[in-house]
């Protein structure tokens, strides 16, 4: 035990009240009438009591006792093994195959040829204590994914994190990277970016590297004496362009099934442009030591003993990367139980089950949970329950090279699950901490109720007020005034990273990825040492979090799949797309304002000026002034939301006395309300990503852009597309509004016939 948790258990039991807060057993859960709801409940405190952290323990030892990346014997073995046991608790159970291009390489090979000579290792050895680690010879080694076969030699251009700004700033001191290798440090932004901006610039190859600042000793001991990232880590990921589109680089918008119509691998467009290798800070040390030129801005500089210099050169490198481009299975696991009532309404929860290598954290915390949740809804089942609904759950594979298992499945099955899937909630993997959540807003106020009902482990108060807690204490200005002021908990928007893309971004399906974090310690993110040893000393010891995380994401399924009426709820939903409308108008403002200063600048010749007339400096060019931007169509449409949403909820808890039939129909409006926050013919450039809310950024990756369309058009400074763009999802929040009208209607309306 933590003395933290000690001293907790303590004043709870010497004071008698302590943080314990009643979770609320007396209101109705939302989309639940009175009897419902306490029925509910008590089917939630049997939940809660049949779930068990030795199951997580002993199916996350036996999940990730060898590496199975998708296209691997233990990978393979894992499906076979869930499927049996979802079988076991009850379920009808199959798996869904697809064959999807997996490279893996056949040589790496990173040399310092000038000055001095140095091979990198790119080698993470075995460490005392991680049993696992001895597995050398299944080890996938650290590699990116989807990075083009490339032999190429070059000087070396140090670029920070490799963003665009990065680019921007080598520009100012007049340095070009065109011809060059960059090597870059992980952090900043998703991965993929990186080699994407360097090719964009010229580069012919990219290195990617931990720096011991942002993962390594700057942070705490590493390991195995500590939890952190040793010199030999190095961190594994796809550099595919996840942007423009996830899943199989050769079948964009179709599964991926035997038979399915490929690209040829020349034309796939998602592969990178250059070859790229990760390496630790222990192979970066002497390449990063040898370069010379300009000494990088303060910013840039990482915690290696060195001064950080830009380049280019004198360091000059030999880059070679060889893979074998083979097509694999990838075997998602998808297990249902068939809803009794309204068996043509779904509800899903997926996690992924493939890792790069033993993967103890990064999936299997999340799947061992999701597991464990599935087998106790089986015992409610085999007790009696008949859910409403129809349950999935999904274990996806070949998640880590860019969403495959999922996308595919989501592709192949787009219409029955645009049909008929309600909501799908994601996880991924787990640690210790604080409940994170993110999601459609749609959902805000249901899940919200959720975390009111679950109790935090180690304090005992409702994940919910932990949460809270934290954000009034650490969070930015506006967090601590949300987290003061709301009474709900604010989802943060999903960019992507985990596979609620598909469903949510490509088919509009209302999604949550729920997880616990910030406690736990690690460097171990896709490494051979992110194994059972380290999850167990330094994630989530105990499983308490696992348990959590089942409590959290079993109770969201099942009211979902249970709830007399979908309680989807629109007022957040509105007052989050108004602060993303004033965030557009803010951006606007204050682009406007630096452009005309930045212009200014130049004319006065300040820049000149104020730079160092020894050193290489090259002013900045001129940039066109920010139009004003016709933002009312978009305010008069979120006007119109705004009390459309207010209606709605005046009239949301009628229903709840309807017969069956009536609520099936009133469901079917409900959540195809998501459905038309789509447009069928997507973003600018990615006609993929069709959501008009929420979407991965085009340069961040993982980061999320809200209201994209515009928000994007406006931060590449293309002013016509920015009209056209807000003018577009203008319509859409109308036709939301439209939406939601009509369903207030149709509940006044039905209830003047009942009456
Ligand atoms: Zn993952």
């Known amino acids: 035990m933590r003395p933290f948790v000690v001293l907790v258990t303590l004043i709870l039991s010497f004071t008698g009240f302590g943080f314990a807060d009643d979770p609320t057993p007396n209101t109705d859960l939302l989309g639940f009438g009175s009897e419902s709801s306490a029925a509910q409940r008590a089917r939630e405190e049997r939940f809660d009591a049949s779930l068990d952290a030795a199951n997580l323990d002993r199916w996350m030892k036996h999940l990730s006792a060898h590496p199975h990346p998708v296209g691997s014997p233990w990978g393979k073995a894992n499906a076979e093994w869930m499927l ?129 600042r942002d993962d390594g000793y700057f942070q705490g001991p590493v390991y195995p004496e500590g939890a952190f990232k040793n010199e030999h880590g190095a961190q594994r990921g796809s550099v595919a362009d996840m942007p423009l589109f996830p899943g199989d680089p050769l079948t964009p918008f179709v599964g991926a099934t035997r038979r399915a119509e490929r690209l040829d691998r020349s034309e796939a467009p998602t592969l990178t442009k250059i070859p790229v290798l990760p390496i630790s800070y222990g192979d970066a040390l002497p390449l990063l030591e040898s370069i010379r030129g300009p000494v990088a801005p303060e910013s840039w500089r990482g915690a290696l003993p060195l001064t950080y210099h830009l380049g280019p050169g004198p360091a000059k490198v030999h880059l070679k990367v060889v893979f074998d481009w083979q097509i694999v299975p990838a075997y998602n696991v998808i297990a249902r139980i068939d809803g009794s009532e309204r068996p043509d309404q779904w509800v899903m929860r997926g996690n992924h089950h493939d890792a790069w290598v033993n993967g ?14 599935a087998r106790a809804v089986g015992e409610l089942v085999r007790g009696g329950w008949k859910p409403k609904r129809t349950i999935f759950y999904g274990a996806w594979d070949a998640e880590e090279p860019g969403l495959l298992g999922s996308t595919e499945w989501v592709e192949h099955n787009a219409e029955q699950l645009s049909e008929k899937l309600v909501a799908y909630i994601n996880t991924d993997g787990n640690s210790r901490g604080f409940l994170r959540a993110g999601g459609s807003h749609t959902l805000e106020k249901f899940f919200s ?67 616990y974090g910030g406690e736990g310690d690690g460097g171990e993110y896709h490494t051979i040492y992110d194994s059972y040893d380290h999850f167990t000393r330094h994630v989530d010891p105990g499983f308490e979090y696992g348990v959590a995380l089942a409590r959290t994401a079993g109770r969201a399924t099942m009211r979902l799949a249970e709830a007399d009426v979908l309680p989807f709820d629109f007022v957040n939903f509105a007052d989050t797309v108004a602060m993303y409308v004033d965030q557009i108008a803010e951006l606007e403002d204050d682009l406007r304002e630096e452009i005309q200063t930045h212009n200014r600048l130049l004319d006065e010749s300040s820049f000149e ?103 994007e058009a406006i931060e590449l400074e293309r002013w016509d597309e920015a009209a056209r763009e807000i003018e577009n999802v203008s319509e859409v929040i109308a036709g939301v509004a439209d939406r939601i009208e009509r369903i207030t209607a149709r509940i006044r309306r039905t209830e003047r016939d009942d009456g």
């Open 84 to 212: 049996e046991r979802f079988r076991e608790w009850g379920y009808t159970a199959d798996l869904a195959t697809y064959h999807v291009l997996f490279p893996t390489p056949v040589e790496r090979h990173l040399e310092l040829l000038e000055p001095g000579s140095f091979i990198a290792a790119l080698n993470e050895p075995a460490v005392p204590g991680d049993a696992t680690s001895e597995q050398q010879d299944e080890h996938l080694p650290a590699y990116n994914a989807y990075s083009v076969d490339g032999d190429v030699t070059g000087e070396l251009v140090y670029v920070n994190y490799g963003v665009p700004d990065d680019y921007e700033e080598l520009e100012r001191r007049g340095m070009a990277v065109e011809g060059k290798i960059v090597i870059a440090r992980y952090g900043g932004s998703w991965r993929g970016i990186k080699p994407k901006v360097a090719a964009e610039h010229g580069a012919i190859g990219c290195i990617l590297y931990s720096d011991p």
């Open 360 to 373: 103890a954290r990064d999936p299997i915390s999340g799947m061992v949970a999701l597991l464990e949740e």
């Open 449 to 515: 109720q959720v975390a009111r009902d679950v109790l935090d482990p180690q304090t005992g108060v409702s994940v919910e007020r932990r949460a809270r807690a934290r954000l009034l204490v650490d969070g930015s200005p506006e967090a601590r005034k949300d987290a003061r002021d709301r009474a709900d908990l604010r989802l943060s928007a999903l960019g992507s990273g985990s596979d609620y893309t598909p469903f949510l971004q490509h088919l509009g399906i209302a999604s949550l990825n729920v997880s």
């Open 609 to 711: 000026l104020a730079a160092d007339p020894r050193a290489t400096f090259v002013p900045p060019a001129r940039r066109e002034p920010v139009p004003h931007l016709n933002l009312a169509p978009l305010r008069n449409a979120l006007e119109r939301l705004s009390a459309a949403a207010d209606a709605h909820a005046l009239v949301a808890r009628d229903p709840l006395a309807w017969a069956a039939s009536d609520q099936i129909a009133l469901d079917v409006l409900l959540y195809e309300t998501e459905r038309a926050l789509t447009r069928s013919e997507g973003l600018p450039r990615r006609p993929w990503f069709r959501h008009q809310i929420y979407s991965p950024g085009f340069y961040t990756g993982y980061g999320v852009k809200t209201l994209p369309g515009a928000r």
